[in-house]
DNA sequence: TCAGGTATGTGCGCTATAACACGTATAGCG
DNA sequence: CGCTATACGTGTTATAGCGCACATACCTGA
């Protein structure tokens, strides 16, 4: 059944691509696996490798001492970690950390520029992936200032739970607040009702999340206009595929 | 004395080109006016041209109805609006209002595609600059979620008044407040404490700046790291040396 | 089995800002 | 010259989130 999954999963990005491409791009990337804390990326700092996450999820983050960080942006499945290379840069204004477990197709700096010397659709598919991003920033610059805590927190499931693959991940409430940039005792109280009221169970770091509905109901208009920026340039990414095996498995 | 600062103020972005490339993409440009408070593009709607700014300002905001604007950028004669025009996608996710009167140079959509083919070093300056405005955004995010409205307020008249090219220009405080998101009173209640302690002086929406280095001292340190971030990359804007011009000027 | 780290629950006082409301002054127009 | 819109000043109440502090629950390893 897992195997059957993973099987299914893959990134969209690549998956958009023209076959010639693609395969040319596969064959310079290797499989690696995104552990869980893993920082891909120091702020500010040069990278060399990029990722397109397959199953897990990375957050980008920024950090502006002495504040806490705050969460941009996440990148699973439907996107990728170092997309400023098309741009001829390799280096991310943010910091990169593994936020849930996953793999990865991973590709080094160099090599993708010769890949994409040759592959003009990867080119524009990676300019658009970053007006996607860019667009994810200013949703998530209003969103951090004028929403409120309990709504920006919904969100923030629904994002993970659509790049984590599954119902149940791992999340503590003092993560969550790193991500938000709020306190950890304001998740814990937002995260507390939530899970009165059915939306989410949660015990020591497992987070699942047990009403779906419900939870985009009390979530900004943030989490679903992100999702149309996204479909309107690079199409629907394979995530309700993935729900529905997700739920086949759900309940056992 | 005028005419010799308007001679001297030019874009900085074409300023950076080589000469052979700087003469094709002026033979295509037209000299523009922007006036205060015109839209030059709508939010998440196309455009049909781009303006690289000579003088005068233009913010970039976001709206997130039924919320306030918020901006998440400024372009004066450092930058230019549309450089998403790289990404070969002629919209920006974001509205683009004048805020101080100015000239710039004009450039059709079409035209500039037809001049980037074969400018080699525009396209990579302006790539640099999307990267630049990539870090603004996230700075402006954190900005606004971290800092006060006193911190925030200095930062706004800072820049703004380095794009505006004068110690005076017009801004109203409702103006002000939906730049940064707050209510109108807030406002006025910083811009209060700045007048008493002889930062500004302010009449109707007309904003002299009276003492900058102090002005510096309130703000936080995104606007530092603001300048910080375009000079790694494409060097010192013509500021200083108009600031010093302008000084002259100033006490007649 | 006990200690110590990790995760979560809760409370208290404080501040910035929201929402709303109303008062005052100035410019510019008929 | 006076009317009116615009710009600015001020106050009152409510609340979300902060900083800080401490209590409780659970896991893990010596």
Redesign the pocket.
Known sequence: MSTCVESNITNHLIEHLPEQERLLLLSHCELVVLQFGTVLCEHNEGYSYLYFPMSGFISLVTKLPP??PLEMGVIGNEGMLGVTMVLGLPTVPMQAVVQGKGTAWRIGVGELQQVLQQCPQLRSTLMQYLFILMQQLSISAACAHF????QRLARWLLMSQDRAHSNEFHL???FLADML??????V?????VM?QNNLIQ?????INITNRNALEKVSCTCYQKSLDDYKRLLGQPSRDSERRLLTEQGTP
Chains 1, 2 share one sequence.
């Open positions: 504040h806490k929403h409120e805590l309990d503590t409430h003092q940039g709020v306190r950890r005792s304001g814990t109280v937002a995260a507390g899970q949660y015990s020591r770091g497992k």
